[in-house]
Each structure stands twice: as C-alpha cells, then as structure tokens.
C-alpha cells in the first residue's frame, strides 16, 4: 500500500513563497512519474505540474515561471516550489502519480493566499 503524505502549506501573503513537500511510502517512487495537484471546495481536481522519472517536467500555463516541481529519488520526495504566490493559488495541494492518479489520495496540505 503507497502512501503519500504532503506537507509545506501555509497562510501567506499575495507575492509570497511556499515550499511543498509529497513523500512516496515504499521503493517504487523513483520510477514513477508524478505530479502535483489542487483542489477548490466545488471544484474538480487539476493538475499543477508532473515530473518524470528522470527530472523532465511540465507545467500548467497558470503556474508557469512561478511554480517549480522538482524530486529527489534518493528520498522518495518530490517538492513544489511557490513563488510570486497569488489568491487564486488558494487550494488543497496533493501529490499522486502524473496524468493517471495510481494511488490513494493522502491528506493534502492546504495553501492559502491572502492578504
């Protein structure tokens, strides 16, 4: 059973930064593509940004040039990182594999933006 457990969230202001944390229970992380995702209350969930195996990443036109998603197999984690931060970012960030979600949700971390 994969586990995922996702930290870093916060309050932070408009043009704030955050840093995610998604760490992968188990040895199968590091061949897996993955991504980050978020959700809204009364939304559907969206993709934010994938990486695969071997550091090839994607992201969504609305977090480009903000948001960076990076891994690091030897610690079976992946991380977000979250500049320049606005309101509509507000969310619950969760992390599973890219494209297909494979695995159970974890917890998420909540984000939120506001001054």
């Known amino acids: 059973q994969v586990q995922l457990v996702e930290s870093g969230g916060g309050l932070v202001q408009p043009g704030g930064a955050l840093r995610l944390s998604c760490v992968v229970s188990g040895n199968i992380f590091r061949t897996n593509a993955m991504g980050w995702y978020r959700q809204v209350p009364g939304k559907q969930r969206e993709l934010v940004a994938t990486?695969?195996?071997?550091?090839?990443?994607y992201h969504v036109e609305s977090v480009k040039g903000r948001f960076t998603i990076a891994r690091d197999n030897a610690k079976n984690t992946m991380y977000l990182q979250m500049n320049s931060l606005k309101p509509e970012d507000t969310a619950v960030y969760y992390c599973?594999?890219?494209?297909?979600?494979?695995?159970?949700w974890g917890q998420g971390t909540q984000v939120t933006v506001s001054s």
């Open positions: 599973n594999t890219a494209w297909s979600p494979a695995w159970s």
């Open positions: 990486i695969t195996s071997i550091g090839n990443t």
